[in-house]
Protein backbone atom coordinates (compact mmCIF):
# COMPACT_ATOMS: atom_id res chain seq x y z
CA UNK A 1 0.00 0.00 0.00
CA UNK A 2 0.91 3.53 -0.61
CA UNK A 3 -0.31 6.77 1.25
CA UNK A 4 0.24 10.43 0.30
CA UNK A 5 0.27 13.09 2.93
CA UNK A 6 1.26 16.46 3.78
CA UNK A 7 4.01 18.09 5.67
CA UNK A 8 3.29 20.88 7.78
CA UNK A 9 5.83 23.66 8.65
CA UNK A 10 6.46 22.09 11.81
CA UNK A 11 7.93 19.02 9.76
CA UNK A 12 4.11 17.05 10.99
CA UNK A 13 3.09 14.36 8.90
CA UNK A 14 -0.68 12.79 9.42
CA UNK A 15 -0.38 9.11 9.69
CA UNK A 16 -3.41 7.82 7.70
CA UNK A 17 -6.07 6.13 9.63
CA UNK A 18 -5.30 2.46 8.10
CA UNK A 19 -1.85 2.59 9.05
CA UNK A 20 -2.65 3.43 13.02
CA UNK A 21 -5.29 0.77 12.53
CA UNK A 22 -2.80 -2.09 11.42
CA UNK A 23 0.11 -0.91 13.51
CA UNK A 24 -2.09 -0.23 16.46
CA UNK A 25 -1.24 2.68 16.98
CA UNK A 26 -2.58 4.98 19.86
CA UNK A 27 -2.49 9.21 20.34
CA UNK A 28 0.38 9.79 22.17
CA UNK A 29 2.40 6.57 21.45
CA UNK A 30 6.22 6.10 20.38
CA UNK A 31 6.99 5.53 17.13
CA UNK A 32 10.28 4.61 15.60
CA UNK A 33 11.36 5.81 12.28
CA UNK A 34 14.03 4.09 10.54
CA UNK A 35 15.79 5.29 7.10
CA UNK A 36 17.67 2.79 4.66
CA UNK A 37 20.64 3.91 3.00
CA UNK A 38 19.09 4.32 -0.27
CA UNK A 39 17.00 6.83 1.89
CA UNK A 40 13.88 4.84 1.88
CA UNK A 41 11.95 5.67 5.34
CA UNK A 42 9.94 2.75 7.63
CA UNK A 43 7.60 3.99 10.56
CA UNK A 44 7.37 1.33 13.44
CA UNK A 45 5.44 1.11 16.38
CA UNK A 46 7.77 1.56 19.42
CA UNK A 47 8.31 -1.37 21.66
CA UNK A 48 8.86 -1.45 25.10
CA UNK A 49 12.03 -2.70 25.38
CA UNK A 50 13.10 0.29 23.28
CA UNK A 51 11.48 2.34 25.96
CA UNK A 52 13.33 1.26 28.29
CA UNK A 53 16.41 1.04 27.14
CA UNK A 54 16.06 4.24 26.32
CA UNK A 55 15.19 5.46 29.77
CA UNK A 56 18.21 2.92 30.94
CA UNK A 57 20.64 5.00 28.65
CA UNK A 58 19.33 8.42 30.12
CA UNK A 59 19.86 7.44 33.56
CA UNK A 60 23.36 6.08 32.75
CA UNK A 61 24.21 9.68 31.44
CA UNK A 62 22.71 11.76 34.22
CA UNK A 63 24.90 8.86 36.54
CA UNK A 64 27.91 9.97 34.62
CA UNK A 65 27.04 13.65 34.53
CA UNK A 66 26.89 13.61 38.31
CA UNK A 67 29.91 11.35 38.80
CA UNK A 68 31.88 13.63 36.93
CA UNK A 69 31.03 16.84 38.77
CA UNK A 70 31.08 14.72 42.29
CA UNK A 71 33.49 16.61 44.46
CA UNK A 72 33.01 14.17 47.39
CA UNK A 73 34.08 11.01 44.68
CA UNK A 74 35.56 8.38 47.23
CA UNK A 75 33.95 9.23 50.15
CA UNK A 76 32.39 6.51 52.11
CA UNK A 77 28.58 6.94 53.28
CA UNK A 78 29.38 7.68 56.62
CA UNK A 79 31.48 10.53 55.71
CA UNK A 80 29.49 11.89 52.85
CA UNK A 81 26.42 11.99 55.80
CA UNK A 82 29.03 13.70 58.17
CA UNK A 83 29.73 16.23 55.55
CA UNK A 84 26.15 17.20 54.73
CA UNK A 85 25.07 16.70 58.51
CA UNK A 86 27.90 18.84 60.00
CA UNK A 87 29.81 18.34 63.27
CA UNK A 88 27.48 16.16 65.52
CA UNK A 89 26.59 18.61 68.93
CA UNK A 90 28.05 17.64 72.16
CA UNK A 91 26.01 15.99 74.96
Not at 16 to 28: A, C, E, I, M, T
Not at 41 to 51: D, G, M, N, Q, Y
Amino acid sequence: MRYETNMTVKGQITVPKDVRDQLGLKPGQKVQIEMSNDGDVRILRASPEAKHEARLARVREVQAAFKAQDPMSGMSNADWFAAVRGPEPEV
